[in-house]
């Protein structure tokens, strides 16, 4: 019963945070290359922890939609797939907003 209700927590964890935590990977890993490139701070310190650990969250889900992995959320895996696309265009408009102020 504990290693059900463990399971349970982790996938209720993973279905709330998941599709934040791609929309924000998504924006770091567009965004902390395009200030560097800009010369603008890019978090300070920080900076390339974050563009390193965005990179992997991505890479794990384009990985998860090339293997046609069923996604967490209980959506069909066409929908996760525009909506993973769908968050690269997001980051774009982000980093263009950003970039501009």
Do not use: C, H, N, Q
């Not at 209700?5 to 924006?27: E, G, Q």
């Not at 525009?82 to 774009?92: N, P």
Request: aromatic share 10%; proline share 6%; net charge positive.
């Amino acid at each position: 019963m504990v290693v059900r209700l463990v399971t349970l927590l982790v996938d209720l964890a993973l279905l709330w945070i998941l599709p934040f935590a791609y929309l924000a990977a998504a924006y770091l890993a567009l965004d902390i290359p395009a200030r560097w490139l800009a010369r603008r701070d890019a978090y300070g310190r920080w900076g390339l922890l974050l563009f390193a650990a965005a990179v992997a969250i991505e890479m794990v889900g384009i990985a998860r939609a090339k293997r046609d992995a069923p996604p967490i959320a209980p959506v069909r895996p066409k929908f996760a797939k525009v909506m993973l696309g769908l968050s690269w265009v997001a980051a774009v408009l982000f980093t263009i907003g950003d970039l501009s102020s």
